[in-house]
């Protein structure tokens, strides 16, 4: 069985920071593309940033220079550093991943169950 669990989620005053985490774990063979969408109440699900095994990183043009995605391959773990946090940041933050397990050989996508970001004053 593969997992991803999201932390870092909480209420930041328009401005300030939140680091959000996000942890594969199970039965990896290897971690392929990790990434992190949003979802604001109303709204389409939205790419926020992407990560490859190779090392290319695309985001967003709504959060370029305020966001960094960044991982820790040793720990299976994804990361998206927020800075500058606005109130249309405000959304369910979901971490998702290509994995191939260790019983198969084809890569499944996965979804974590989300983390909530609310920026307010």
């Known amino acids: 069985q593969v997992q991803l669990v999201e932390s870092g ?6 401005g300030g920071s939140l680091r959000l985490s996000c942890v594969a774990s199970g039965s990896i063979f290897r971690v392929y593309t990790m990434a992190w969408y949003r979802q604001a109440p109303g709204k389409e699900r939205e790419l926020v940033a992407s990560f490859t095994s190779g090392g290319s990183t695309n985001y967003a043009d709504s959060v370029l220079g305020r966001f960094t995605i960044f991982r820790d391959n040793a720990k299976n773990t994804v990361y998206l550093q927020m800075n500058s946090l606005k109130p249309e940041d405000t959304a369910v933050y979901f971490c998702n991943a290509d994995i191939q397990r260790r019983d198969y050989y084809t890569p499944r996508n996965y979804w974590g169950q989300g983390t909530q970001v609310t920026v307010s004053s």
Do not use: T
């Open 9 to 14: 989620g909480g209420l930041v005053q328009p």
